[in-house]
């Protein structure tokens, strides 16, 4: 499974920038003009991970497969965009199979950049997109109320609790609210589930900010700017920063990032606060022919993370052999790892951790 995040945001906040820089590729047209993304960009990006060329060597495979995000550009929305104004709305189908949503917000100023609001306010902007999105969803709900409402009359239990997820979260977008903020139960949840809400999805703000800023301004300071409480993550980078880096080395990266008081490049502290924030991880198979990594969610059993292998692992599942990662290439591969009693066998009920390494046994 790879992990898909879609990214909206005003026009002209940095979206495109910010996209073509974590896909390092220049894809993503970036222009300062409203409407200028089209049609939807779509790139996959790599997660670098220290630990599969470690397993590469101890195992002496021929490849690596690491795991892999996949971020969807669409157009910017503006105000109305639920109304057909603009280009965005046309292409939020494009995101609704996403599991994250991004929210890129402008903090920076530029004035050889303009602003579709003609000003820099955060928090209205938040408002806007989330004001349209939920116009968006409002739509879906109403249309998926009119849909299940014959059947939940008949009798069908499974229509019926669809109807009542639905009427729920349809008072809850009226009051102007994110569905992922109203307080359902599971069985409701799940019951929405199929409609692929976009307010119901967890979301990431971008603060877009200058290459000043990003040394200078706290995260409180910038979660007040955007009036975010701290049940959402809030990710700052500069998009403009991120795109002068693709022309630097590793090791001329690092030093500029350090210059500027910054550990990680803004992808890659993206990527692990969306896996946080999902709830993801992974694990990894390791043998002469490749190294891989699979995602999957936390606190999922041996035979689930066997099944993003191949369904018929977890149909069939019998045992999985398991050693930490750091164990099989402290002892060089399975082996000795094996003589050394590093490795284990593990049933059906065995939750899986990150950085386990598996070999699955199954019968079909």
């Known amino acids: 499974m790879s992990l898909q995040i879609g990214i909206v945001g005003l026009p002209n906040v ?11 590729s220049r894809g993503a047209q970036a222009a300062n003009y409203p409407f200028c993304t089209i049609e939807p960009n779509v790139g996959i990006v790599e997660v670098q991970d220290p630990r599969l060329a470690k397993l590469k060597d101890a195992v002496n495979g021929e490849k690596v497969v690491p ?7 669409i157009a910017g929305l503006v105000k109305g965009a639920a109304a057909g104004e603009g280009l965005g709305n046309k292409f939020l189908s494009h995101i609704r199979n996403c599991e994250a949503v991004l929210q890129v917000v402008r903090i920076f100023d530029d004035s050889n950049v303009i602003h579709v609001e003609n000003s820099i306010q955060p928090k209205r902007d938040i408002e806007i997109i989330n004001a349209e999105l939920i116009l968006a969803d409002l739509e879906t709900v109403q249309k998926g109320i009119h849909g299940v409402e014959k059947k939940a009359r008949s009798g069908d239990k499974e229509a019926a609790a669809s109807l009542a997820a639905l009427k729920h979260i349809e008072t809850v977008l009226l009051e102007g609210k994110l569905a992922i903020s109203a ?3 599971l069985d409701d949840r799940l019951a929405l589930e199929p409609f692929h809400l976009l307010t119901n999805k967890p979301f990431i703000y971008a603060a877009n ?3 000043d800023q990003l040394s200078t301004l706290s995260l409180d300071s910038i979660r007040e700017q955007l009036g975010i409480d701290s049940s959402f993550e809030i990710l700052p980078v500069s998009a403009k920063l991120e795109e002068e880096l693709l022309d630097l080395e590793s090791e001329e990266k690092k030093a500029f990032l350090s ?6 490049s803004g992808l890659d502290r993206l990527i692990s606060t969306a896996f946080r ?8 198979t390791a043998g002469e022919k490749e190294v891989r990594a699979w995602t999957i969610h ?3 059993t041996a035979p689930e993370a066997a099944g993003v292998i191949h369904t018929d692992f977890e149909r069939g599942f019998i045992k999985a052999d398991v050693v930490s990662w750091a164990d099989l ?5 399975w082996s000795k790892a094996r003589e050394a009693g590093k490795v284990r066998m593990e049933g059906k009920d065995y939750i899986v951790k990150d950085g386990d390494v598996m070999l699955f046994k199954f019968n079909v």
């Open 14 to 24: 940095g979206k495109s920038t910010l996209f073509n820089a974590m896909t390092a």
């Open 67 to 73: 795991a892999t995000v996949e971020f969807v550009d």
């Open 183 to 185: 307080e359902m139960s």
């Open 209 to 211: 900010v200058s290459e």
């Open 259 to 264: 210059e500027l008081g910054v550990q990680d």
């Open 277 to 284: 924030t999902l709830g993801l991880m992974y694990y990894f």
């Open 298 to 300: 936390e606190g999922w």
């Open 329 to 333: 290439v402290e002892h060089q591969g």
